[in-house]
């Protein structure tokens, strides 16, 4: 579901945000969840300009990659949560919600006669920030299709299946974003697609990407022997999940240990100046504007202030300065910044992992105003 390639980074982003809706209060509970927090604090004038740049890269609802000339509908959902976190603009979220309403096949089935258990995942949780309800979604019952997707076998309950043709590539990112919208609605199939997440933490406190590949065997956790080798640190997996996990309504107490041990190991990757990679430890690692924006807004969200502080300004020096021609937009790393060309103009083939970074980076560069900060941790 994502490559390591700059110019892709993740192709499920997610930032989760875990509401309880109730059938006599759903009405109240959707605009409420359609609203983001109003700041408390001025908005840092790198975060507002982060937020303007993505929302001209909304057209119509829909982030159109011109290079390969289709309409990317799991960029336009990130692009929109970073917009609701970062908040002012709210129409465009609403423009990406109406034009996924009309795509929820083509997204969800990739074209083939089956699902992506991500994809379903993923719109069922928008559907739900965006204030819609992912019971009748563009028509379609999003949660009847997601629970269809969770296995009951019994050495594998819980986990997401594709049923689309071809290999299984659900994942834990996935997961995360299927237990947000399986418990928002109080599908009794959260619980154990909640417990399956959970197994996926390893013991040094990382949430990896893949999952067991064979999806018979009887130990699927991280630490199950990891026959594939499958259990490397990642470091978006572990902040997607985290953001997840965070928006529980009342976390028992294996989600805030769990949240405890990902944010320590979270501190641990970051570097002297801020940054982090996507895989510590694996080849010749180079910090990334995604990994350390989803790790700072993570740690923002847990409190870790000094660290998601650190975080933010190591990605307002790759962001282009006010008054540039794409002023706003964070650049993957220093090299593609330094890259831009002498016109100022980010080109085409370039544009999709500019887009890409930027709605990764841009709501941690809240942290740059420290009284932003969440004050307390799980």
Request: net charge negative; aromatic share 4%; glycine share 10%.
């Amino acid at each position: 579901m994502r490559s390591r390639h700059p110019g892709t980074a993740l192709a499920t982003v997610l930032v989760a945000t875990l509401l309880a809706l109730t059938a006599c209060g759903a009405g109240e509970q959707d605009e409420q969840q359609a609203e983001p927090r109003e700041p408390e604090v001025e908005q840092p004038a790198e975060a507002a300009l982060a937020a303007d740049w993505l929302a001209a890269q909304v057209d119509d609802g829909v982030v159109r990659n011109e290079q390969y000339d289709f309409d990317d509908h799991g960029l336009g959902i990130d692009v929109a949560l970073a917009l609701r976190a970062l908040g002012g603009h709210e129409p465009v979220v609403q423009q990406v919600a109406g034009a996924l309403e009309g795509s929820v096949e083509e997204y969800t089935t990739g074209g083939t006669e089956g699902l992506y258990s991500g994809a379903v995942a993923k719109l069922a949780s928008f559907a739900v920030l965006s204030g819609g309800k992912p019971t009748s979604f563009g028509g379609t019952d999003l949660v009847e299709r997601l629970e269809g997707l969770v296995s009951t076998r019994p050495v594998s309950a819980g986990r997401l299946q594709d049923s689309a043709p071809g290999a299984d590539v659900a994942n834990t990112i996935g997961q995360a974003f299927g237990a947000h919208a399986l418990e928002a609605v109080g599908s009794p199939a959260a619980a154990p697609v909640t417990a399956y997440l959970l197994d996926q933490q390893c013991a040094g406190g990382w949430f990896r990407l893949l999952l067991t590949e064979d999806a018979t065997a009887r130990d699927q956790s991280c630490d199950g022997g990891d026959p594939e080798g499958r259990s490397a640190p990642d470091t978006d997996a572990t902040a997607l999940v985290v953001l997840a996990l965070l928006e529980l309504e009342e976390p028992p107490a294996e989600v805030r240990e769990a949240l405890q041990r990902a944010q320590g190991w979270l501190v641990e990757q970051q570097d002297a100046d801020g940054s982090l990679v996507a895989e510590p430890g694996a080849g010749d690692p180079v910090s990334s504007s995604n990994s350390t924006g989803l790790a700072g807004w993570v740690l923002g969200r847990l409190g870790a202030c000094e660290e998601a502080a650190r975080a933010a300004r190591w990605l307002a020096a790759v962001q282009v300065a006010e008054g540039e021609r794409e002023a706003g937009a964070v650049a993957y790393s220093q090299e593609a910044l330094a890259s831009l060309p002498p016109s100022g103009r980010i080109a085409v083939p370039e544009r999709d992992q500019w887009r890409r970074a930027t709605a990764q980076a841009a709501p941690a560069l809240e942290h740059l105003q420290a009284e932003r900060c969440d004050a307390g941790s799980p």
